[in-house]
């Protein structure tokens, strides 16, 4: 089984930065990638970013020059680094974990609001 756990939300003022950690254990040696998901209220879920087993890192337009996602391996944790936060930014994070295509292991989520 493969396990993923979010930390680092809370509330940060607009053109402040947060960073946010993914810790996975288990079985890691079945994740092949992940990502980060966020979900703002009355709105679909949105893959803001994700990074392959290789380290290449794919964003959301809206993420593009002002988030980053990262890898330690060494300590099973993906990291996304947030700057130039805007309001619109405001949702729930989730981490994820690909296991197998199309199967994904989901975190519980961690909120960031972003104030104006």
């Known amino acids: 089984q493969v396990q993923v756990v979010e930390s680092g939300g809370g509330l940060v003022q607009a053109g402040g930065s947060l960073r946010l950690s993914c810790a996975a254990s288990?079985?890691?040696?079945?994740?092949?990638?992940m990502g980060w998901v966020r979900q703002a209220p009355g709105k679909e879920r949105e893959l803001v970013a994700l990074?392959?087993?290789?380290?290449?890192?794919n964003y959301s337009d809206s993420a593009k020059g002002r988030f980053t996602i990262s890898r330690d391996n060494a300590k099973n944790t993906v990291y996304l680094q947030m700057n130039s936060l805007k309001p619109e930014d405001t949702a729930v994070y989730y981490c994820?974990?690909?296991?197998?295509?199309?199967?994904?292991?989901w975190g519980q989520g961690t909120q960031v609001t972003v104030s104006s």
């Open positions: 288990g079985d890691i040696f079945r994740i092949s990638a």
């Open positions: 994820n974990a690909r296991i197998a295509r199309a199967i994904y292991v």
């Open positions: 990074i392959g087993s290789s380290g290449t890192a």
